[in-house]
């Protein structure tokens, strides 16, 4: 869904903790979810994504599992670090789309000393 | 990997003036590329898909007359925000890629500031 004037939602946690951001996707049609990451003034940066045959994946550091059912996803980073620090989006694509992305409304994750 | 190049990265200008952003697929060929406008503390909003070759498709709400895009090339895309107006400050984000199970690429956006 779009976001209209709203404040981000944040997370804070302890370097070396892990972390967990959330996200409710709209589109049951969606086959295709990314997340991305987005550091101050810079575009978003791919991190790792999640077809709709499939509940868990894993990159390095980074999980997403995704629950159809209730149509939610989320993102695991494992042992944060200072540079994990920037807003978090999930993205959709509905199947049969131009590929066109729907992102979500973000989380600012800052990662205390 | 794939990466995508947006030029320029900051324009600060007078309202009345039109300003050229160039989105730029630097190792990969774009057939459509994707404009993106955020405001401070919000999501990406979609804007327009462009189209290599043909029209862009622009997103409701979107004025097709106020932001041109031009996509002469299989590795170059360009929105040209007509008589900026303050109102139009915000940071413009585009695209490519997205296809064959592949994620879309970003751009480094331009922040965009009418004086």
């Known amino acids: 869904g779009e976001s209209v004037g709203l404040h981000l939602p944040t997370l804070s946690v302890q370097e070396g903790d892990n972390s967990i951001i959330n996200c409710a996707y709209s589109?049951?049609?969606?086959?295709?979810f990314i997340w991305y990451k987005q550091e101050s003034g810079k575009g978003p940066q791919f991190i790792i994504d999640?077809?709709?045959?499939?509940d868990k994946r894993q990159g390095q550091r980074v999980t997403v599992l995704l629950n159809k059912t209730v149509k939610h996803l989320s993102l695991q980073i494992a042992a944060t670090q200072p540079g994990d620090s920037a807003v978090y989006f999930c993205?959709?694509?509905?199947?049969?789309?131009?590929?066109?992305?729907?992102f979500g409304s973000g989380t600012q994750l800052t990662v205390l000393p | 990997g794939a990466v995508v190049s947006q030029h320029p990265s900051w324009v600060i200008c007078k309202s009345g003036t039109s300003v050229k952003i160039e989105c730029r697929s630097l190792?990969?060929?774009?057939?459509?590329m994707f404009w993106y406008r955020q405001f401070p503390k919000q999501s990406l909003m979609l804007m327009a898909t462009?189209?290599?070759?043909?029209?862009?498709?622009?997103e409701q709400g979107v004025e097709k007359d106020k932001f041109l895009i031009n996509h002469a090339s299989l590795t170059l895309s360009t929105l040209t925000v007509t008589s900026a107006h303050p109102e139009d400050s915000s940071f413009y984000i585009c695209?490519?890629?997205?296809?064959?199970?592949?994620?879309?690429?970003f751009g480094d956006g331009t922040r965009l500031s009418i004086l």
């Open positions: 695209s490519a890629g997205g296809w064959g199970n592949q994620p879309q690429h």
């Open positions: 589109n049951s049609a969606s086959d295709y």
């Open positions: 999640i077809r709709s045959n499939m």
């Open positions: 993205a959709e694509i509905p199947s049969g789309s131009a590929r066109q992305l729907t």
């Open positions: 190792d990969f060929q774009a057939t459509t």
């Open positions: 462009s189209n290599e070759g043909s029209k862009a498709t622009y």
